[in-house]
């Protein structure tokens, strides 16, 4: 393992079950004594949703993960112009849970306990939020990478979530199971790292058995999850639109990584991307579209709790954070 493999893997860089009804009716609501900063609460047309944090991922140096190729002073002006650190970039782990009719679905799971004490704190905080992991009935995957697919098994690979359902994009499972998953159209080079992303993601899928139900793009899961596939952070990378009773909200997953360096700057890139240029054509796109249409966006990498909106800013996006007025 080489340094900047080691560094990506200790501060972080990725059909209906039966179900216990009596213990989903049990299922207590937040109360007052329970609440910390570990989740922020919210509803959607009949969706109750809550955001719990799995911790963070400090990456560094910002470049190359962050703007390969760019001129080193460019971004530095930019990152110091919009008041960040010059010599790293935060990223927030945001998982995003949608609770109706009786059922408690996570959109990814986390980094489980690949990338040390930073991260893996979903199980800790879901159970603060008074979610215990059998009362979790689903877990929709946007991508297969370590950060969003790596908190469904233990060291062990035992399953985290006993009773969930996994849904993955079909495009995302063959293409993690192929012999040699294909990297030749991304910045990443480093091999180490490539089987590192390759093996989480193979013993999290191989562990589900027949809980694992694989979707298209354009599925509508569990009547309140439409997965629209984003492809290029991987192929089958999915954006989520989350919906109820005419509202709607966007969880687009791997699309951005920083506000200042992504969205203000889509075709600078990111180097974790499995295919650099169609990444940047699908950022762009669907940013795009976020922007005409004044969508309610969630960001899993974006800071706590990655709600907000894209805005159109000329030539690029920028992102606004949606205030909160009172802490939870
Ligand atoms: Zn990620």
Redesign the pocket.
Known sequence: MNRRTALFKVTG??LIGLTDIKSLLAMPMVSKQNLTNSFHQFKLGDLELLVVTDGH?IMKPVQPNFAPGINKIRVEQELDRNFEPKDNVE?S?NILVVRFKGRTILIDSGCGENFGKDSGWLVKNLAKAGIQVHQVTDVVVT?A?P??IGGLTNQDGKLLFPNAMVYLSRIEHDFWLTKAPDFSKSKMKDQQLIKFLTEVAQKNINALGDKLHLFEDGDTILDCVTMQLAPGHTPGHCIAKIFSKGEELYHI??LV?SAVLVVEHPEWGFD?DTDFNLAVASRIKVMDKLAKNRSLVFS??LPWPGLGHVRDKGKAFEWVEQPMMVPD
Do not use: N, P, S, V
Request: glycine share 6%.
């Open positions: 860089l990725a991922i990223l782990i991508h990478h950060d969003h997953a791997d990584h974790g899993y990498h």
